[in-house]
């Protein structure tokens, strides 16, 4: 059974303090892992999807990057704005279904 | 700009009656899928549907029902409310297997 875990389950930073999000998983042919970043009331937005190890992704502050049995969200200069919850979620096997971790809670306090 | 949308946002019903979400998605994706968000468990897939006329069952499936008649619309129905389906359910389309899903607003479920 594929199984995703995502560490710690909140973190609380201050504004420019640089931190990851870990997001460890257990699957039988990993076809791409995912990230969300997901606001109170809101739906998942996604952010990256990442293939293969080694892999990398940027979007402003985030930076995303790939291992077989892990991978990080980076966030550098964090802002209050970047509070939220970021999912993570693994595709594999023929239906390439989604499973996804139970989340980390960002809070960034100014 | 294309979206998926959820109606209704907020419901509220009792035990034993049936009720239906529905799903809109102007993307044109082929796939669609409906999860249930609670704490503790993150996101679990109920249903998803690779086309037209096509469902399938997903993690905790029993309960609900969807049917795909068109590619915009995905409904889930659930049968005879339980409390135990209080829940917020999202929906999400994709263009294809494995790749990213795009998610709707979410609808708030209690049935009391």
């Known amino acids: 059974e594929d199984q995703v875990t995502q560490s710690p389950e909140a973190l609380r930073l201050q504004e420019g303090e640089s931190s990851s999000l870990n997001c460890s998983y257990t699957?039988?042919?990993?076809?791409?892992l995912f990230w969300y970043r997901q606001d109170p009331g809101k739906g998942p937005e996604f952010l990256f999807t990442?293939?293969?190890a080694g892999e990398e992704k940027e979007k402003e502050r985030l930076k995303a990057t790939l291992t077989k049995k892990e991978s990080f969200l980076h966030i550098t200069a964090p802002k209050p704005e970047d509070s939220a919850t970021y999912l993570c979620?693994?595709?594999?096997?023929?239906?390439?279904?989604?499973?996804f971790g139970k989340g980390i809670t960002l809070s960034v306090r100014p | 700009d294309a979206e998926i949308t959820q109606s209704p946002r907020h419901k509220i019903t009792e035990t034993g009656r049936q009720v239906t979400l529905a799903c809109h998605q102007t993307w044109n994706h082929n796939n669609m899928f409906w999860y249930r968000q609670d704490l503790g468990h993150g996101l679990r897939l109920i249903h998803y549907s690779y086309g037209v006329q096509d469902t399938n069952k997903g993690e905790v499936s029993d309960g609900y029902s969807v049917s795909r008649s068109n590619t915009e619309d995905l409904p889930l129905t659930l049968e005879s409310a339980a409390s135990s389906q209080t829940s917020v359910y999202f929906c999400?389309?994709?263009?294809?297997?494995?790749?990213?899903?795009?998610f709707g607003p979410g609808t708030r479920l209690t049935v009391t």
């Open positions: 990442l293939y293969s």
């Open positions: 699957v039988s042919g990993l076809r791409g």
């Open positions: 979620a693994v595709s594999t096997g023929a239906n390439s279904k989604l499973t």
């Open positions: 999400a389309s994709s263009v294809a297997p494995g790749y990213e899903q795009y």
